[in-house]
C-alpha cells in the first residue's frame, strides 16, 4: 500500500498553477537569474502571501510580532478574529476556526498532514511547531482552504522558514532568554543559518519550562506546568539557478504536562516531522513553478495520572499516529487567469490504548482507537479570474477518496458488543466547491462574497472510539462507523474600506448550514466505563445545525507615531431545533494602541475583553462564563552593535490581576494573573 502511493505521487506531473505577484512575474519573463526568484519568494521575504476574500495571513516575525519568537504558536493564532482557543491546561490549546474545532478543520506544516495521537485532543498539530520555526500562517475559510484537504471550517496553514540562501552574509544568527513571573516560567531560543552561494543550512532550537501559574488574586492553579523543547533542522541546495532541494525536520518532546481541567496529565508528547521538497522554475511564461514534496511523521503520547493524589483506579493511556504522504503542485499564469492545483495522498494510522488497574484485580485493557488506517488521495484544482482591473472571480473545487480500515481483531471483537461491524472497508468521497467573487468599488472599497459547499468524513474518535471519557461534560464515548458525512453550505462576505492612509476598517461574516451534522447523543441504554461518569454517547448524525459569525477590524493612525487598532468577533450556533451548540464564543474585542518612540524603541497598551456567555448546551455541560476586561503593557527597546542588535521586550499582563476565565476555557479554570516578563535576544 506504501509502495503504490509513493509511486502514485512520484508520477503526478502537473502543469497548472497558482499566481506568483507581479514582481516575480518579471523576473520569470524577463529571463533572471533564479536567485532573484528566490530572494523575492523563497528566501528574504518572511510574508508572503496573496489573498482573495477571506483568506488571511499572520507572520510570527513582522515587526509587530517582535516579540513572538518568545511566545507560542496557539497565542499567536488567537489573534486572529475568527480563531479562538479551547483551553485544558497552560499548554497546547485547541484552535477554533468560525466556531468548529479541530475535528472540522486542517491543520497542516508547509501543507504536511499530521495528527495528534491523543484521544482528548491534548495535542493539537499547532503543539507541535514553535514560532522560532514558523515563516507565516496562511488560513482559508471553508471550502476555500480545499487545497490542503477536505473540511467544513477551513484551514490553517503553518509554513516554516527554512534556512535561507543569502549572498550578502555567510553566518546568521539569534540567542534569546525570556522570563515571566506568572509561572517562573523560562524560555530559551536559539537559531543558527550558514549560507553558501546555492545552498544554506539552518538549526533552530527552543525550551520552556513553566511552574504552575498563578490566578488572578494568587491563586495557584495546581497541575498547569508543562515543560518542551523543540529542534527544527533545514538544508536547501539549488543544483542550477532554476531548481531548489530542500529537507526539513521538526523534533518536538514535552515532559510532565499538566492539564487542571482534566483528570490526567501528560507524562509525554513527542512528534517526528520529516519533509523532502523539490521546486522547479521553469524558464517559461506558461508554467511558473513545480513543486513536489514527500513526507513522513510520527506522534507518541502518554496520558499519566501519577502525580494525582486520590485517584480512584490507575490508567495507562498511550496513543500513536503514523503519517506518510507526499503531494505534486503546480502554478501557471495564462493572460487573466491564475491557475493552481494540486494532487495529494497519505497513509495514517491511529492507535491509542487505555489499561486500567483496579485494586487487587486484574489488569483490563480496551483500544480506544482501534488501530486504524486511513488512505486518501484527493485531487485539488483553483482558477482565479482577473475580469477586469475592478472584477475578480476565484473558483475552486477538490474531490476526495478515502478508505478506512480497522487492523486489530481485537477492536472488532469490542465493537461488535454494540453490534457494530468494523471487519470492512468504509469507503468514502468527499466532494467540495467554491467561488468567490470581489469588487473594487472604489479607490477606497473592496468588497467580496463566496459561497461554498464541502463535506467531511468523521474523524477516528467520532467513528471509533470507545469509552474515550470527555470531561467536560463527564460522558463516556463511543463511536459509531455507520456514520454519513458531515456536509455543509457555505456563504461568506466582506468589505475593506481605506479612505486614506491612516483609517482602514475591515469587516467580514460567515454562514454555515450544516447537514448530518455529528453530535454525541446520550444512549440511557449503555453503562458507562468510567467511575463517576454521567453515561453514555453515541456519536450521531442530526438533520441540521447553523453557525454563524462575524469579524470587524478598525485600524486609525492620527499621527505618525502613534496608531490604534479594535478587532471584534462573535459566533452562534444551534441544531436544528434550536438548541445552542456547545463552546460557541461570545462577543470579543481587543483594542490596542503602540506608540513608536523611535526607530529602536516602542510601547503598547492593550485592552482585552469578553461579554458573559449565557447561551449553553446542557446537554454537554456548560456552565454561563462572565464577562472580563483586561489591560496589558507592552515596551521594547532594540540596540545597535554595529551590524548586529539586541532587543529587549518586556510587559506587564493581566495589570489589574483580574481573576477570569474565557467561556471555552474547560472546567472554568482561571487563566493566569497578572504576569510580568522580560525577553532578550542577540541578533547576528
Same mark, same amino acid.
Given at each position: 500500500?506504501?509502495?503504490? @502511493?509513493?509511486?502514485?505521487?512520484? =508520477? ?93 478543520m486542517n491543520l497542516t506544516i508547509d501543507g504536511m498532514k499530521i495528527f495528534g495521537a491523543c484521544t482528548d485532543k491534548m495535542d493539537p498539530v ?26 467544513? =471550517? ?19 544568527g539569534e540567542v534569546g532568554a525570556g522570563f515571566n513571573s506568572v509561572a517562573n516560567g523560562i524560555d530559551g531560543l536559539l537559531s543558527i543559518n ?72 501528560v507524562g509525554y508528547a513527542k512528534a517526528r516531522i520529516y519533509g523532502l521538497t523539490y521546486q522547479r522554475y521553469p524558464q517559461s511564461e506558461f ?62 494510522? %491511529? ?99 463566496? =459561497? ?55 469587516? %467580514? =461574516? ?43 477590524? @478598525? ?99 493581566? @495589570? ?29
Open positions: 500500500m506504501k509502495i503504490a @502511493l509513493t509511486t502514485i505521487l512520484l =508520477a503526478c506531473v502537473c502543469a497548472l498553477a497558482q499566481a506568483q505577484d507581479e514582481d516575480t512575474l518579471k523576473f520569470f519573463t524577463k529571463g533572471d537569474i533564479t536567485n532573484q526568484v528566490f530572494s523575492v519568494q523563497e528566501i528574504e521575504v518572511r510574508h508572503a502571501c496573496e489573498c482573495v476574500g477571506e483568506c488571511t495571513c499572520e507572520n510570527p516575525t513582522a515587526k509587530s510580532y517582535a516579540d513572538d519568537r518568545f511566545n507560542t504558536t496557539d497565542k499567536i493564532l488567537a489573534r486572529s478574529g475568527r480563531i479562538d482557543m479551547i483551553k485544558r491546561g497552560n499548554f497546547a490549546f485547541e484552535p477554533i476556526l468560525n466556531g468548529m474545532g479541530s475535528d472540522r499547532t503543539s507541535y511547531v514553535e514560532p522560532n520555526n514558523l515563516k507565516n500562517f496562511t488560513i482559508h475559510n471553508g471550502a476555500s482552504g480545499g487545497k490542503y484537504g477536505s473540511s467544513i =471550517a477551513g484551514s490553517i496553514n503553518m509554513e516554516t522558514a527554512g534556512a535561507t540562501i543569502s549572498s550578502t552574509k555567510e553566518w546568521t550558514k549560507s553558501g552561494e546555492k545552498w544554506a543550512i539552518n538549526a533552530n532550537g527552543v525550551y520552556r519550562k513553566n511552574d504552575s501559574y498563578k490566578a488572578g488574586g494568587g491563586e495557584e492553579v495546581p497541575f498547569s506546568y508543562y515543560e518542551k523543547w523543540n529542534g527544527a533542522f533545514s538544508g536547501k541546495y539549488m543544483p542550477t539557478d532554476r531548481d531548489l532541494i530542500s529537507f526539513d525536520v521538526i523534533i518536538d518532546e514535552g515532559y510532565n504536562i499538566g492539564y487542571p481541567a482534566l483528570p490526567m496529565d508554467i511558473d513553478k513545480l513543486t513536489f514534496k514527500a513526507y513522513a511523521n510520527t506522534v507518541n503520547h502518554a496520558m499519566d495520572d501519577t502525580k494525582r493524589p486520590e485517584v480512584f483506579m490507575h490508567m495507562d493511556m498511550p496513543g500513536w499516529t503514523k503519517t506518510l504522504g507526499g503531494f505534486a503542485d503546480a502554478e501557471m499564469s495564462l493572460k487573466k487567469h491564475k491557475i493552481s492545483a494540486r494532487v495529494d495522498g497519505y497513509f495514517n494510522n %491511529s492507535r491509542a490504548e487505555m489499561t486500567m488497574y483496579p485494586a487487587e484485580e486484574a489488569a483490563m485493557f480496551m483500544l480506544t482507537w482501534p488501530d486504524v488506517d486511513k488512505l486518501n488521495f484527493g485531487g485539488y484544482i483553483q482558477d482565479q479570474i482577473q475580469l477586469t482591473d475592478l472584477d475578480l472571480i476565484r473558483v475552486n473545487a477538490r474531490l476526495d477518496i478515502l478508505a478506512n480500515t480497522v487492523r486489530s481483531q481485537f477492536g472488532i471483537d469490542q465493537a461488535s458488543v454494540f453490534n457494530q461491524d468494523l471487519s470492512g472497508v468504509d469507503h468514502r468521497i468527499m466532494p467540495s466547491v467554491s467561488a468567490t467573487y470581489q469588487r473594487t468599488l472604489s479607490r477606497f472599497v473592496k468588497a467580496w462574497i463566496t =459561497a461554498g459547499y464541502t463535506e467531511r468524513a468523521p474523524s477516528v474518535t467520532e467513528q471509533y472510539a470507545f469509552y474515550i471519557f470527555n470531561a467536560y461534560d463527564g460522558f463516556d464515548y463511543i463511536g459509531n462507523v455507520a456514520l454519513k458525512n458531515e456536509k455543509a453550505l457555505q456563504g461568506d462576505l466582506g468589505m475593506n474600506l481605506e479612505p486614506n492612509q491612516k483609517l482602514s476598517l475591515g469587516a %467580514s =461574516a460567515f454562514y454555515y448550514q450544516m447537514y448530518d451534522y455529528i453530535l454525541g447523543k446520550i444512549d440511557p441504554d449503555v453503562l458507562p466505563m468510567t467511575h463517576g461518569s454521567n453515561g453514555v454517547k453515541i456519536s450521531e448524525n442530526i438533520d441540521h445545525a447553523l453557525i454563524t459569525g462575524l469579524s470587524l477590524l @478598525l485600524t486609525y493612525q492620527p499621527i505618525e507615531k502613534l496608531d490604534f487598532s479594535s478587532q471584534f468577533s462573535y459566533s452562534y450556533g444551534e441544531t436544528g431545533d434550536g438548541t445552542p451548540l456547545p463552546l460557541m464564543s461570545p462577543l470579543k474585542n481587543m483594542t490596542s494602541a503602540n506608540y513608536t518612540i523611535s526607530e529602536f524603541a516602542y510601547a503598547s497598551f492593550q485592552v482585552e475583553a469578553a461579554a458573559e456567555q449565557n447561551r449553553l448546551n446542557p446537554d454537554f455541560g456548560e456552565t454561563a462564563s462572565p464577562a472580563y476586561a483586561l489591560l496589558h503593557l507592552r515596551g521594547g527597546y532594540t540596540f545597535k552593535i554595529k551590524e548586529n542588535s539586541l532587543s529587549a521586550n518586556g510587559g506587564i499582563e493581566n @495589570l489589574l490581576d483580574t481573576k477570569y476565565n474565557d467561556h471555552l476555557d474547560w472546567g472554568g479554570i482561571p487563566r493566569p494573573g497578572r504576569n510580568f516578563y522580560l525577553n532578550l535576544s542577540y541578533s547576528f
